[in-house]
């Protein structure tokens, strides 16, 4: 399978184009970068950090979009809505893992997904997948807990919470039959209350070069239950990004998550 990355000079992008490189059964054939980067004609495994790989980076995403299977973007909220429409146009499947897509750019999306197929996941994870699966079974056995959600990222991180914390408290409220935007406290700062039975409370720390780290605290009044993420390295956001490439190639259309690459849905 031939793979393009958007966003080849980012954390991510790096991090991809060596998994890319690395694994027997894909081959890199584009290393999209934002236009006019000076980095342009560098080869990617050199711009990743470790050897030569014959891919030339480039600015022009077309071009790349023409050359692969499936293109894999972590860029930019505004630059994945162009690449995600520039592969509906060309009929090529897109895994999209930029975070910050607000419920325009979703309703985007789902409109694009029409056309052609997309992943679409704040968190590629797999472990952070398990994790949404357990937390849904979790918040319809302990239905009124207070629950509250913790994430922690690194300082150059612009989005807050997480795109990843949004999901978990986005699923914690559908199990228990709610719907996240009546329900979800983003700051406490404002508005010093008692905690609102029901609702689901946000905080995030933001700081040095955390990688990612989740924690969710379902709390009833003898007893606490904590689900815990900690991402050690880019590798296993990678990791999981390629398998949603591999399970979305071929495919002709359509809106899938990592619970859909994973089977757990
Ligand atoms: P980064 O800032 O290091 O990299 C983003 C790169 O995209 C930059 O090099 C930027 O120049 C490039 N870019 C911007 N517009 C572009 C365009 N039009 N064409 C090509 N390249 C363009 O950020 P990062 O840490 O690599 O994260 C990127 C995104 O992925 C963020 O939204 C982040 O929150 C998200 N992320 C998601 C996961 C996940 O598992 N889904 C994991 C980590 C990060």
Do not use: W
Not at 31 to 50: I, T
Not at 92 to 104: D, E, F, K, S
């Amino acid at each position: 399978m031939k793979i393009a990355i958007a966003g080849a000079a980012g954390r991510m992008g790096r991090a991809l184009v060596t998994a890319t490189v690395a694994a027997a059964d894909l081959t890199l054939v584009g290393a999209v970068v934002r236009p006019k980067d000076p980095r342009c004609a560098l080869d990617a495994g050199v711009l990743a950090g470790s050897t030569p790989c014959g891919v030339t980076v480039s600015d022009d995403v077309a071009a790349a979009i023409t050359a692969c299977d499936v293109l894999i973007d972590f860029t930019s909220p505004a630059a994945s809505l162009h690449h995600a429409s520039l592969c509906a146009a060309a009929g090529r499947p897109i895994v999209i893992g930029t975070t910050g897509l607000g419920p325009a750019a979703a309703d985007q999306l789902r409109d694009l997904s029409t056309r052609t197929a997309m992943v679409v996941a704040a968190n590629m994870s797999v472990g952070v997948s398990v994790a949404l699966h357990l937390l849904a079974i979790a918040a319809r056995v302990l239905g009124d807990a207070d629950v509250e959600i913790v994430d922690a990222h690194h300082r150059h991180k612009v989005d807050a919470p997480s795109g990843t914390a949004l999901r978990m408290g986005a699923v914690i409220a559908e199990a228990r039959g709610q719907m996240l935007a009546d329900c979800a406290v983003y700051d406490r700062h404002r508005r010093p209350a008692a905690r609102a039975c029901g609702s689901i409370g946000f905080a995030s720390v933001r700081a040095g070069e955390i990688v990612g780290e989740h924690r969710v605290i379902m709390a009833l009044p003898s007893e606490r239950l904590e689900v815990a993420h900690i991402a050690d390295s880019r590798q296993g956001f990678a990791d999981g990004a390629l398998r949603a490439a591999r399970f979305i190639g071929g495919r002709s259309c359509g809106l899938f998550d990592m619970q859909d690459v994973l089977g757990l849905r």
